[in-house]
């Protein structure tokens, strides 16, 4: 209740300051500041016609299945930088600096190798969450108490199931952090790759209000890839976490 209540005086202050600026004092153009009233008219108008949900729907695909690829590749490529030595001293220092990219860095690339296509905004989407993960993978496995895996090698473990029965298993809350960060680099990624292509999705409708000098719309779109970067939090990330922590005993304790 405190959320929405706070929400609504942050619309409410929103639309006084619209108000004095453009209607009372004149200072600024109607065309150039955004209000919440407009962005509430673009939305009846945008969800009426279907294109808003066209775009999230699209956006949503992409961004997934570019995510679920960069899962795989960070997965393999921080095991083997995590496994052997060599990697871990010449390619992790690389992978970092790649990692610093921002990732409309990497449309130039896209767009001259796949053309403006769908194949195109999944490599931006991959490389923009890839090596994050990577890092993810591989700092998670060095944070395993040593402890564990002492206690594994006395008791006779094999590195097969050292791996699935003592370091996986505690890496897994760090783990998932990193995954949480590979999916808001990969989200992030996704923009950057639809607004410089012509595919149907949040990224183009971002810049179809640009073109038609919409500001109501630009900041629409601005307000649903926010939202809908905190449900898939919410809604997914976070109920594994809590379901991951509350079975090892540590959800009560990370509240406090």
Not at 26 to 33: G, R
Not at 205 to 216: P, Q, V
């Amino acid at each position: 209740m405190s959320t929405i209540i706070f929400l609504c005086l942050l619309v409410l202050v929103w639309q006084v300051f619209y108000w004095i600026g453009v209607d009372v004092f004149m200072l600024l153009k109607p065309y150039a500041v955004p209000s919440p009233l407009g962005v509430w008219e673009r939305f009846i108008e945008l969800c009426s016609n279907g294109t808003l949900w066209e775009a999230i729907g699209h956006s949503l695909l992409r961004g997934m299945a570019g995510y679920a690829i960069a899962i795989v590749i960070g997965v393999v490529l921080g095991l083997l930088i995590n496994h052997f030595r060599y990697l871990q001293k010449n390619l992790k220092p690389f992978i970092l600096g790649v990692q610093t990219l921002p990732s409309v860095c990497w449309v130039p690339f896209s767009i001259l190798w796949f053309g403006l296509s769908t194949q195109a905004i999944l490599f931006v989407v991959v490389m923009g969450s890839a090596f994050s993960i990577a890092i993810s993978v591989d700092n998670a496995i060095k944070n395993v108490p040593p402890i564990y895996i002492k206690a594994a090698l006395t008791m006779g473990a094999k590195k097969q199931q050292l791996y699935w029965h003592v370091i996986l298993p505690a890496s897994l809350p760090e783990l998932l952090s990193g995954l949480k960060q590979g999916w808001s680099f990969a989200w992030r990624a996704l923009m950057s790759g639809e607004v410089m292509t012509t595919s149907i999705g949040l990224g183009q409708t971002l810049i179809m209000g640009r073109d038609l000098a919409d500001i109501n719309q630009v900041t629409l779109v601005m307000l649903v890839i926010i939202l809908v970067g905190i449900l898939i939090d919410k809604c997914i990330f976070s109920v594994i976490e809590k379901r991951l922590l509350t079975k090892r005993g540590l959800w009560e304790t990370r509240q406090l």
